[in-house]
């Protein structure tokens, strides 16, 4: 049956009550009107309510990307009964937020941040507080949608999309960024897969119920609703571990990973000074065009780029669009969300709305690590914190970057290492090494051992200076993944941190693993071998560097470069001479 004379005769009947309603409004004013008369008002303006108010849109301030989709999930939707007064708050240490009864809380394992996850059938949440949680990316994914907001003070980017690459019966995304939530940079990401467009509303509600606490003092545990836990953990849920604060350069969370695409730098040799670098993904899928003289690796969502020889340097997004206007003469990646900058030869810092933030003055300015960066001043090095004030006064032949809370310095001619407050830990005693890079790559604490040099044979201590291996090795690289490379001989191999050979010295020359990989030299060709030496892929590149999330970029001269997976197939090539 049609329903249109039904909707017809609605909509003038409500037609005759506003008028009649409209009518008694003329006389309304003078108040001398019957008991009658008054009755027959009330009794209309309530008619007059209900059909006005009848066929009013009932949805959420929230306005769904796909309606179809809203409407397929609706008798999910309608069988919720929760509402923002029930929600249960959880109180961490650093901030709160609430959240609806069903969602609890699961495993969530950290490597270079601190996670929590809380989860359901229809909504998974991920929270990621560290310095490496990356600024959500600016893709134009189905039903995308980004929100420039201020939530408990504090500025945040909300974006909305339905995924390409959805989980399983959650595919729609919402999540909220915070560039800085402290002034040493600690970042913090909200990351939730839903079900539906409905479910991406409560993701919202539980990003606008953030609260950020006073970090200098202790949190107020009087204003806790949740009984109490232990530091850094959600409350009421037993079943969530707290993954140990660890921060890599090249492992990155979950969390920040939903806000970070793999993306990585291709180049081809065409002669011409622009259109010869640009962008792929994992899969080799070209994804921003080769339109750049120079494309520099993207760091914290942005890349430096240069478009034609002898141009300014800028930096762009992960959809190719320049955000950062070409204004510098050479530029670092992003780091702790500030990147070095060049400007009539001498160099200071911006961050990521590309704002000076810190005026040039320096020689050098290297990229900020552990809150601190090491940097050049009046042919000395020193220590600036992130508002360029000299936290550690510059007061040394060479200075290396802090790593693991240690910065190898050169004072006197001799190497040793400082605390964040410019304090010896370990007294210079040692050999400095022989140039400014051999000591900025052979001299930092990884794994907790560094290397050392003593009567011009090389070895490696520990963090409190003690000599953990003996000097005994013509040369020894950094340790990474459990071994380090060393030389004997003119030949290298690898030891573990016992000092025991664990790979023989066969290799004419070895780099440091990463991803259970590490990149060999033989018979002049680079390849790869794994943990126990094996040769996994064949040498046959001219030039390699490590792995990094999954690909290995690599060079064949007057052939091919571009990027090989783990079984040394190519996924991006392209020819290096043409």
């Known amino acids: 049956m049609n329903s249109q004379p039904s909707t017809n005769a609605h909509l003038n009947l409500r037609t005759i009550t506003t008028r009649a309603v ?30 006005t108010s009848t066929g009013k849109s009932q949805t959420p301030n929230f306005s769904p990307p796909n309606n179809v989709a809203l409407a397929e999930n609706r008798e999910r939707v309608d069988s919720r009964t929760d509402t923002p007064h029930n929600r249960k708050k959880v109180d961490l240490e650093r901030f709160s937020f609430s959240l609806p009864p069903e969602l609890k809380g699961r495993e969530a394992v950290g490597i270079d941040s601190a996670k929590w996850r809380y989860a359901d059938d229809n909504l998974d949440l991920l929270i990621d507080l560290g310095n490496y949680s990356a600024r959500p990316l600016a893709v134009r994914e189905p039903e995308y949608r980004k929100e420039r907001i201020k939530i408990d003070r504090k500025k945040a980017t909300m974006v909305f999309f339905r995924s390409r690459d959805p989980e399983p019966n ?33 993701a919202r509600e539980i990003f606008l119920s953030i609260n950020f606490k006073n970090t200098k003092g202790k949190p107020n545990s009087s204003a806790t609703e949740t009984k109490s836990v232990a530091k850094n953990s959600p409350a009421d849920h037993e079943d969530t571990s707290l993954s140990e604060l660890l921060f890599s350069d090249h492992s990155y969370s979950p969390a920040s990973l939903a806000f970070r695409k793999n993306i990585f730098p291709v180049f081809r040799q065409n002669n011409s000074d622009a259109n010869r670098a640009g962008y792929v993904d994992e899969t080799g899928k070209v ?26 340097t800028g930096y762009i997004d992960q959809t190719g669009e320049v955000v950062i206007e070409p204004r510098f003469e050479a530029a670092h990646r992003f780091v702790e969300g500030a990147a070095a900058v060049r400007v009539n030869e001498i160099w200071g810092y911006i961050d990521e709305l590309g704002r000076q933030v810190i005026d040039p003055r320096f020689e050098i300015a290297m990229d900020f690590s552990e809150g601190l960066a090491t940097v050049l001043l009046n042919r000395q090095w020193g220590f600036i914190d992130k508002t360029g004030a000299l936290r550690i006064k510059a007061d040394f032949d060479r200075a290396n970057s802090f790593s693991e809370g240690l910065a190898c310095v050169v004072w006197n001619g001799k190497a040793g290492y400082i605390n964040k407050g410019g304090e010896w830990i370990i007294k210079p005693r040692f050999e400095k090494m022989n140039s400014l890079g051999d000591q900025q790559m052979l001299a930092s604490f990884w794994e907790g051992l560094a290397v050392f040099k003593r009567d011009n044979r090389y070895g490696f201590i520990n963090m409190k200076g003690d000599v953990a291996i003996e000097p005994q090795f013509d040369r020894a690289e950094r340790f990474s993944e459990g ?32 991803q259970g990989l590490a990149a060999v030299k033989l018979a002049g060709k680079w390849g790869f071998v794994d943990q126990t030496g094996t040769v996994v892929i064949t040498p046959r590149f001219d030039s390699v560097i490590g792995f990094k999330n999954g690909l290995a970029q690599v060079w064949i001269w007057d052939g091919d470069t571009g990027y090989i997976d783990e079984t040394g197939k190519f996924v991006w090539r392209a020819n290096w001479r043409l």
């Open 287 to 312: 994804i921003i065009d080769l339109r750049f003289y120079y494309a520099g690796n993207f760091s914290e969502g942005l890349a430096p780029v240069t478009v034609r020889r002898g141009e300014k």
């Open 483 to 514: 071994l380090a490379a060393i030389t004997i001989a003119g030949i290298k191999g690898y030891i573990d941190k016992s000092g025991n050979i664990a790979i023989a010295p066969r290799f004419e020359d070895a780099g440091a693993f990463s």
């Open 170 to 202: 959650r595919p729609y995304v919402a999540a909220v960024y915070f560039s800085s939530i402290d002034g040493a940079g600690t970042r913090l990401a909200f990351y939730a897969t839903c079900a539906s467009p409905y479910q991406q509303k409560i």
């Open 22 to 51: 409209l009518g008694y409004k003329s006389w309304l004013p003078s108040l001398s009107f019957s008991k009658q008369r008054a009755g027959e008002f009330l009794i209309l303006l309530f008619v007059w309510t209900i059909f």
